[in-house]
């Protein structure tokens, strides 16, 4: 498996985690948690793949979690620009800080596992 | 103590020894190294302009099997390619009826000498890794050294490693033949029932040092790995230190399974801060039995690097928590993020109920 693809998979599967435990901080969002979930899984891809295609060109592991940390960060950022519907209230920490370690997870795994192109297969 | 005299008498009995490089491209420079077959001199190639090392047969020790033996070293040499085995450049006859052959000639430092120096423990494995490539590649050419020890590897000034005297390397299914002469390092010849001994008491498998030629294969070359192993961990061979290959057979004869028994004392027991996997790892080398030990020179390189990676080490069985100590420990930066996201998590969710 590529770099790329472990990010996305790994991504995708962080992200989703991620967006299911807002029950747990604020369960006062269970009625959006479908949104939610999809949200956070497409915003886990994205910095997944960010950070695998880093991971392909730069080999250290300090800097891929400082990659995966800063994409997650952004990510959940713009997202935690857009108010709540109902109560037009920001979750900047809610989501922001969740969203930049999922982001250091991702980059931890792109620069751990994974294929670099010229690497033997076995 | 010698006198000046002795000294000289040494000085004068040595120079008569050296070779008679007259008609030959070589001019002496020096000698080298001192063997029980021959005489390396470090001589200068006139046609290509570079210092080679010349390995001789002894004035006095020129007999048919001596002569028969460097030929076929020097033949094993030139068709073990790999860059931890020296190349062979040349063989031949010099004026004075000698055989002889020319090698690169190595520089650097000799391992016992490099681990004298005290280089740590990552560092040592490497080395042993380094010294098991060429070992392994012989053994797929149906090679075995049978005389391998922190003496016979030469470390270069840029880490490279090399694999010295193959005078002793036998074809894997030579039972008997010239190669099967003599000890080296100053061992004496302890012929047996079933065969000759050769290679160094202290590094040499018990089925070695029984005088089983048939039963020595690859698994021989691996307890000597293993002994290096042993060296490098503890800084001493393993076994009694028995003074001949007759006291290293009663040794290990006197109990067939246990290293412990035999007299090989566990390598945690002379220093107990080296981890458990890694002397797993070297009794199993060292096992009494070739059966039990690795099957060849690849496998005990591949379990070393196992340890190394942080794996788990197939020499030895870990329990479960064994294994999640070591995952913890491989994965120490995943684990504090991970810890750190529940950390932030649960934070939030007390301030959320605030």
């Given at each position: ?122 | 103590?010698?006198?000046p005299s002795d000294r000289a008498l040494d000085r004068l009995r040595d120079v008569a020894q050296w070779p008679d490089l007259s008609g030959t491209r070589y001019e002496l420079v020096g000698e080298v190294a001192r063997g029980g077959m021959g005489v390396v001199y ?313």
């Open positions: 498996m590529n770099k790329p693809l472990v990010g996305l998979v790994v991504g995708g599967i962080v992200g989703a985690f991620d967006g299911l435990s807002a029950l747990v901080s604020a369960p006062e969002v269970a009625p959006q948690i479908m949104g939610i979930i999809i949200g956070s899984t497409f915003k886990g891809v994205i910095v997944g793949l960010i950070a695998g295609f880093f991971a392909r060109k730069v080999n250290s592991l300090p800097l891929g979690i400082a990659v995966g940390l800063a994409a997650g960060l952004l990510f959940a950022y713009l997202i935690a620009m857009q108010p709540d519907p109902a109560t037009g209230k920001h979750y900047y920490w809610e989501i922001m800080l969740p969203g930049s370690l999922a982001g250091a997870i991702v980059g931890y795994a792109t620069q751990k596992f994974g294929r670099r192109p010229g690497d033997a297969r076995a | 103590m010698n006198t470090r001589a200068r190639d006139r046609e290509l302009e570079r210092d080679v090392a010349l390995k001789v047969i002894g004035a006095f020790a020129a007999d048919e099997d001596t002569v028969a033996r460097l030929r076929r070293e020097a033949r094993i040499l030139a068709r073990l390619e790999h860059p931890g085995i020296v190349p062979v450049h040349d063989v031949g006859v010099l004026p004075d009826g000698r055989v002889y052959y020319a090698m690169k000639l190595v520089s650097g430092k000799r391992l016992d000498e490099l681990l004298a120096e005290g280089l740590p423990l990552r560092e040592r494995l490497r080395l042993l890794l380094r010294v098991c490539e060429p070992v392994a590649f012989a053994h797929a050419h149906g090679v075995i050294h049978r005389d391998l020890k922190p003496e016979n590897v030469m470390v270069g000034p840029f880490g490279e490693v090399l694999v010295m005297d193959w005078g002793v390397a036998k074809h894997v299914g030579e039972a008997r033949g010239p190669l099967a002469a003599s000890a080296s390092a100053g061992a004496a010849p302890h012929a047996t029932a079933h065969g000759t001994i050769v290679g160094t008491p202290a590094y040499m498998a018990p089925e070695q040092a029984r005088g089983e030629v048939e039963r020595v294969d690859a698994r021989s070359d691996v307890y000597a790995l293993g002994a290096i192993l042993y060296f490098m961990l503890t800084g001493r061979a393993p076994g009694r230190g028995a003074a001949s290959p007759d006291a290293t057979t009663r040794t290990w004869a006197a109990s067939r399974h246990a290293p412990a028994a035999a007299g090989i004392v566990a390598p945690r027991e002379l220093d107990p801060d080296l981890p458990r996997p890694l002397e797993a790892i070297c009794l199993e080398a060292l096992a009494l039995e070739p059966e039990r030990r690795y099957p060849g020179a690849a496998e005990l390189a591949a379990d070393v690097s196992r340890f190394l990676e942080g794996e788990r080490v197939l020499a030895f069985p870990e329990s479960l928590l064994g294994r999640a100590r070591r995952f913890a420990s491989r994965h120490r930066t995943l684990l504090l993020v991970l810890l750190a996201y529940v950390v932030m998590r649960v934070v939030l969710l007390l301030v959320a109920r605030v």
